[in-house]
């Protein structure tokens, strides 16, 4: 299993842009079902975007249209590109890898990162 490493997260305003990485290391994140979650306290993790081995993208129907999963197999690293942040995209955001995509937004992911927060104020 990949050890994995988010970074990016910092407060924006509202209309703002941010890019989240998800550096990967001891494993090559295209074995992987690769996917971004996020969770506010006190509520339920969300699944926000996700991408198989093969390259075959899932995505939230809130962030449809605003954020885009990506992944640099030559860096082993997974992005998450978001514009157009709302002040309810304000959460931490986790990177998790899985064998499979399978049920995806249920979040049953074996392996996680630590988390970074992205903040967006009005």
């Known amino acids: 299993q990949p050890i994995l490493m988010e970074s990016g997260g910092d407060s924006v305003q509202t209309g703002g842009s941010l890019r989240l990485t998800c550096a990967a290391t001891?494993?090559?994140?295209?074995?992987?079902?690769m996917a971004w979650f996020r969770q506010v306290p006190g509520q339920e993790r969300e699944g926000v975007a996700a991408?198989?081995?093969?390259?075959?993208?899932y995505y939230a129907d809130s962030v449809k249209g605003r954020f885009t999963i990506s992944r640099d197999n030559a860096k082993n690293t997974i992005y998450l590109q978001m514009n157009g942040l709302k002040s309810e995209d304000t959460a931490l955001y986790f990177c998790?890898?899985?064998?499979?995509?399978?049920?995806?937004?249920?979040?049953?992911?074996?392996?996680w990162g630590q988390g970074t927060q992205v903040t967006v104020s009005i």
């Open positions: 001891r494993s090559h994140v295209s074995r992987y079902c």
């Open positions: 998790a890898a899985d064998s499979t995509c399978a049920r995806w937004q249920q979040g049953h992911f074996t392996t």
């Open positions: 991408m198989n081995s093969a390259g075959t993208i």
